[in-house]
């Protein structure tokens, strides 16, 4: 499938794009995905990320627990995708919620494509309708002591605080065939 490739600093201003990333984002989630040790492409997914401009950049911020495999895999490569996955493909986008990279290749189990990257080394995947490519340029632990309380204790019981990757986004692809339909 073909795809269209958009201005980086210009993509927040595509009303379309930034309604898809929000709804998905706060329902099934999206798709981030890095390289492993090995080299395996490693999707996991999230509910918290956030987009806009920093330091004059345009960057999408994603946060990730230490425990996360993904965690392993940022650490290594200082870059990851950001994949938008089609509605229909919900229940994959949870499935990479709920397993982990340490014990399968989630990209083969699901049969994903990869979509190289132009600008990073970690690829995409060829059915999200949207894709940012990030490249880590600053990351940041959440303090506990920085937090209102009822956010430690909701979401914080077993620590393992959240490491914040800020991610500059020098690539952004959107499927043609979701330009193109006009229900999203
Ligand atoms: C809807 C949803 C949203 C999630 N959001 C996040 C998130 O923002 N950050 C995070 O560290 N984990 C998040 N997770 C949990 C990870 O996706 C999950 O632990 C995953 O199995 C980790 O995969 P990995 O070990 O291959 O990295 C979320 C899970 C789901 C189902």
């Known amino acids: 499938m073909t795809r269209i490739p958009i201005d980086p600093k210009d993509w927040p201003a595509h009303g379309r794009l930034v309604r898809e990333v929000y709804e998905r984002l706060t329902a099934e989630g999206i798709l ?14 999230i509910g918290w990320g956030v987009f806009g401009c920093i330091w004059g950049r345009s960057m999408f911020p994603v946060l990730v627990r230490p ?7 940022i650490e290594r490569t200082g870059d990851y995708t950001v994949n938008v996955m089609p509605p ?70 077993e620590g393992d605080f959240h490491r914040v990757y800020f991610g500059q986004v020098l690539g952004v692809s959107v499927r043609q065939d979701f330009l193109e339909d006009g229900t999203a």
């Open 88 to 157: 229909d493909l919900a229940d994959l986008v949870g499935s990479c919620g709920t397993t982990s990279g340490r014990d399968m290749d989630k990209v083969a189990a699901h049969g994903l494509e990869i979509l190289p990257s132009r600008h990073i080394r970690s690829g995409g995947l060829a059915a999200a309708n949207i894709v940012l490519e990030c490249r880590v340029v600053h990351h940041n632990d959440v303090q506990q002591p920085n937090f209102a309380v009822d956010i430690v204790t909701n979401y914080y019981p």
């Open 67 to 73: 425990s996360r495999y993904t965690y392993q895999c």
């Open 32 to 45: 981030i995905a890095a390289l492993d040790e090995a080299g395996r492409l490693n999707p996991m997914t």
